[in-house]
């Protein structure tokens, strides 16, 4: 409680404008990469039990609230305008780009057309596994899987755990512990075939939540809003995988797109992309494969000079409307800024 008024205090007493400013001064603009996964419609997103709203995912009206409120206080521009001025240290003002992952097919339909109506770019970086199939990437599988089970509970019997699915936080729970389980035990080629042995036609998405066809991707191909970027193959965790397999995984998912879509490839998005899930191998490996940046979730601000292979990144709030304050707070890196003096100073973060 005593957070949110000290932030609610500094936004909008000038205090915010006055950091904003100072950060300006002392360390020169900042370019904010925001990431999301799914835009669904606000139907869908209204019930607090469907899986993707307990994902965090975000709705129309959020993603519509989110540009105008940030609209006032920073520029969108696409990731090679953003490139260009942190390589060449022209960084001109303040802005924002706006990145979205794994390639849902309601980017398409639902985000699209909100970035048309505004005139913001975006990068979609997109699994090539799964474009065009009846099939989710292996993790969404597993939440396929726990949330159509028609019973309150069951026996795993490759980690040999009984789940408890008595409601819908517990089945997204249950969801995360099989993910953690395989990735902690089992070599990641192999992750497909045993969720097929676990659930059968149960991990099947619904058509809602495919991802994208190759000829969703060829109109997006052809929008000046629109970059396409390359998220590996399957998804695998880069640091699950040995040099081989990450190099494919790279490799192909850039090579499936560009044979296809008779495009050039050149941005990357780590799966998972926190600190420890990729490193300078598979940096190496992005590089040769002829792209230009590489974006992570690790979070904060990106400033001239930046390593374009290791961007920082900022991922939508779980709620948007009627959160402001929180949006604008974690948009200005305010969290990073304040763990950087905590622990400057010794203290505790």
């Known amino acids: 409680m005593l957070s949110t008024i000290i932030k609610k205090l500094i936004i909008h007493s000038g205090l915010f404008g006055i950091i904003r400013n100072l950060l300006n001064i ?42 105008k409120s940030l609209s006032k206080h920073y520029h969108f521009i696409s990731i090679d305008e953003a490139l260009d001025q942190i390589n060449n240290n022209s960084i001109k003002r303040e802005s924002i780009v706006l990145t979205f992952d794994d390639g849902f097919q309601d980017n ?46 069951i026996h795993v019997v490759i980690n040999d755990k009984t789940y ?8 997204f729970d249950a969801s995360f512990n099989l993910m953690r389980y395989l990735q902690a035990n089992k070599h990641p080629t192999q992750f497909d075939e045993i969720i097929r042995t676990i659930a059968g036609d149960l991990a099947k998405p619904s058509a809602l939540d495919r991802h ?26 880069l640091a699950l995988c040995n040099s081989e397999l990450s190099n494919i995984e790279i490799t192909n998912s850039i090579t499936h797109l560009e044979n296809k879509l008779a495009i050039k490839i050149k941005h990357f998005s780590f799966p998972r992309g926190n600190e420890g899930d990729f490193n300078d191998t ?53 969290p990073q800024l304040i763990a950087s003096v905590k622990s400057a100073i010794g203290l505790s973060q």
């Open 26 to 67: 002392f360390s020169g603009p900042g370019i904010t990469f925001m990431y999301g996964h799914r835009v669904l419609t606000d139907e869908i997103m209204a019930n607090p039990d469907d899986p993707r709203r307990i994902a965090g995912q975000s709705s129309v009206s959020e993603i519509t609230e989110l540009i």
């Open 108 to 153: 398409y339909l639902n985000l699209l057309p909100i970035l048309k109506e505004f005139s913001v770019p975006a990068v979609f970086y997109v699994n090539s596994s799964v474009i065009s199939t009846e099939k989710n990437l292996w993790f969404q599988e597993i939440i396929n899987f726990f949330f159509a089970v028609p019973d309150d509970e």
């Open 164 to 171: 408890d699915l008595s409601s819908p936080q517990k089945r």
């Open 212 to 237: 994208l066809t190759w000829e969703d991707l060829k109109n997006l191909s052809k929008e000046n809003l629109i970059t396409l970027g390359a998220h590996t193959v399957h998804h695998y965790p």
């Open 282 to 334: 598979h940096i190496n490996q992005i590089k040769n494969a002829g792209l230009i940046s590489a974006v992570s979730t690790v979070r904060g601000v990106t400033r001239s000079g930046a390593d374009n292979f290791q961007i920082k990144r900022v991922g939508l709030p779980k709620e948007i409307i009627g959160k402001t304050d929180d949006l604008l707070w974690h948009v200005a890196g305010f």
